[in-house]
């Protein structure tokens, strides 16, 4: 089993729909928990961590459910712009492990 | 703040030849990472280090994969003699902390096509 593991996709989503996925991780211990954002050909950018309370980042939502170890990562309103892909990170004492990532599309 | 700079961003060289790929870090990140990512994966680990020493090498291929980074700063990691699957984009990434956590940022990778 793989450590970090997401659905690889693609979802398509009309524009202004809203999209949700999850990323599911193998060691409880594990303490910190990121999303970032990778688009076509370039380097991945931090989009942002994921609290134990939850976070909202303007029409990004991330949650953390450590009971069923896995993450999520909601986007509302969707943009042209939010295609990419959305790579799940997790921290393991300070051992960051990468998901495949989910490829998020966004059509007009 | 200058970002993570990388070179050369394309290289394409035959099997069994070498190549090595430089990275100059966000100034004053203490850790370095070099991830390779092979397409349609996410990134994969090779070698992270914690200003020049080796914090966690256990991915590294060490039959052909080498990496240093002299005086804590800029790190080098060399590939010799390239295979076909080595074929992939080589991320080289330093952190910060940030409320405990270790935030990366990415230079802009360096492609390695083996033919």
């Known amino acids: 089993r793989k450590e970090v593991e997401q659905d690889p996709g693609p979802f398509n989503v009309p524009e202004g729909a809203t999209v949700a996925f999850n990323c599911t991780y193998s060691?409880?211990?594990?303490?910190?928990f990121f999303w970032y954002r990778q688009d076509c050909r370039k380097e991945p950018k931090l989009l942002m961590s994921v609290y134990s309370s939850g976070n909202e980042d303007g029409r990004f939502t991330a949650q953390l459910n450590r009971a069923s170890q896995y993450i999520s990562l909601l986007i509302r309103d969707s943009k042209l712009s939010d295609s990419a892909t959305y790579l799940c990170?997790?921290?393991?004492?300070?051992?960051?492990?990468f998901g495949a990532g989910t490829q998020v599309v966004v059509t007009p | 703040e200058a970002g993570v700079a990388q070179s050369p961003r394309y290289k394409i060289i035959e099997k069994r030849q070498s190549v090595a790929f430089w990275c100059n870090p966000i100034s004053g990140h203490a850790t370095l990472y070099w991830y390779q990512q092979i397409l349609g994966q996410g990134p994969k680990l090779l070698i992270q280090?914690?200003?020049?020493?080796?914090?966690?090498d256990s991915q590294l291929p060490k039959d052909r994969f080498s990496a240093e980074r002299l005086k804590g700063v800029d790190s080098t990691l060399k590939i010799q003699p390239a295979k076909l699957e080595d074929s992939a984009v080589y991320l080289c990434?330093?952190?910060?902390?940030?409320?405990?956590?270790?935030?990366?940022?990415f230079g802009a990778g360096s492609r390695l096509t083996v033919l």
């Open positions: 990170v997790v921290d393991s004492w300070g051992k960051l492990q």
């Open positions: 280090f914690q200003n020049n020493g080796v914090v966690d």
């Open positions: 990434a330093s952190s910060s902390t940030v409320s405990g956590a270790n935030v990366l940022t």
């Open positions: 060691n409880s211990a594990s303490q910190s």
